[in-house]
């Protein structure tokens, strides 16, 4: 069939748990397109030079698989200990060994080579993430002339920060085969043109394009979303209720994977700093749902134990036989599940170091009850702040600041919080997952399928 969507991503959906940005927004895009979606089978394998058919979801999937030897060099180690801290700034992070880099430029020819051979000619190609940097030019040296579009959902790493890399210069390269470059936010886009801009190679055409060698490419910002009605839709269900017996009186939620960059060490210290001053006799508690991730990985390993300790240590200094003041809690959440949560809660606390967007920002807006909304504490180093202006803002390196934070948003009057509740639920409305593809697409779409340099000259 001709004119098909091929998406591509590390990670497809394999239960209806889903947790990781990508992941929720993708299956939400795609709800209603007939798109076939290509990413990692769950389990390692051999067969590693076939596509395998996956049954069970809305939209067409198949997945690749990777050998035990890939997860841990390519997916583990280039993808998650070399790419991921240099974006999410954490060069002290950063793992570099050879047989990483090899593993990660292997397995993105092999899927280049997977997908080349079931192209037509009308397919367009969207691929996703940091697991892909050197797709599309191992596309190209296939000669694949479609076109394909590339969204980084991470933040894109501070030009000073590319100097990590082995061979720095490659990464625009790569960039540059991408027919348009998607980034989360516009502070994103201004360092990827700084990158360019820095790059002899690199000349920009009156349009704002980059032409790079003999290919042209649009670097620009399309903010991720969420299903505002479905989520909110959700949210607003009756129910049994979410916490059985054990209710808190009130509480602030927190929903992350358990990464270093979401800051949840100062979350808790900051948590802990507000307790110490609390109103007499109020007894709030901090709901954290946390799953694991990459847990292969020392950093995460790390952090894993230095949160379970101060954990320990607030409820060892604060709890009574009657509240628990942090409970967390260590596995996914059905969603249905998770939106009534975010909508009894008093506050969310979103403290990331660095995040491409955060989607969990947006879920709680969207969850909110509108006559008597709770307050989202918003760090202001994830994407979403640069628009939602009307969040609380904090700095999440400053723990008595996010502390001051939770006591203003435990009192706020009703009026203070309906009208920071309208001005950044108009943020996630505008910035809707469906307008969020569809604008992706429409421009990937209106880029010229081969390059003619004639129209520029
Ligand atoms: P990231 O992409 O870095 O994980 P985001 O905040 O953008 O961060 O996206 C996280 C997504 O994963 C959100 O949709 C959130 O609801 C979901 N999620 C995170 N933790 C859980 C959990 N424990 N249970 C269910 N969903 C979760
Ligand atoms: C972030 C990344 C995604 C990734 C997700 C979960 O959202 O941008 O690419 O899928 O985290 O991480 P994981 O390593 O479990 O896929």
Known sequence: MAGRLIIIS????????????????????LACTDAVWIGAHPDPGDNIEEL??????????????????EIQNYYLGYANSVIWPLCHRRGDLVDMRSEYQSAYLKVNARIARLVATQ?????????????????????????????????????????????????????????????????????DVARCLEMFRADPRA????????????RVTSVRSFPIGIDTAGFASEACHAGLPVFGRETPEEYIIGVDRLDYSKGLPNRFRAFSKYLETRPLGRKPCLVQIAPPTRQQVRAYQDITRELEEIAGHVNGTFAELDWTPVRYIHRSVPRARLARLYRQAKACLVTSLADGMNLVAKEYIAAQNPDDPGVLILS?????????????LINPYDIEDIAKAIAIAMDMPLSERKERHAAS?????????????????????????????????
């Open 52 to 69: 395998e058919e996956l049954i069970g979801s809305k939209y067409q999937k198949f997945a690749f698989r990777l050998t035990e030897e």
């Open 10 to 29: 590390n990670r497809i959906p394999t239960n209806e748990h889903l947790s990781g940005g990508l992941v929720v927004a993708l299956h939400d895009a």
């Open 119 to 187: 192209l037509e000619p009308d397919d367009i190609i969207w691929a996703h993430d940091y697991h892909f940097l050197p797709l599309a030019a191992g596309m190209r040296e296939l000669g694949v002339k479609n076109r394909i579009g590339f969204f980084l959902h991470i933040p894109f790493p501070a030009l000073g920060d590319l100097s990590v890399l082995s061979k720095p210069e490659t990464f625009a390269a790569d960039l540059a085969q991408f027919d348009l470059i998607g980034l989360q936010t516009r502070s």
């Open 380 to 392: 202001r180093f994830a994407g979403v702040a640069e628009d939602m202006t009307e969040a609380l």
């Open 203 to 214: 000349e920009f055409l009156p349009d704002g394009s980059v032409k790079f060698n003999d």
């Open 425 to 457: 639920l108009r943020i996630v409305e505008a910035t809707d997952v469906s307008t969020w593809s569809k604008n992706f697409l429409r421009v990937l779409k209106e880029r010229p399928i081969s390059v003619d340099f004639s129209r520029y000259f």
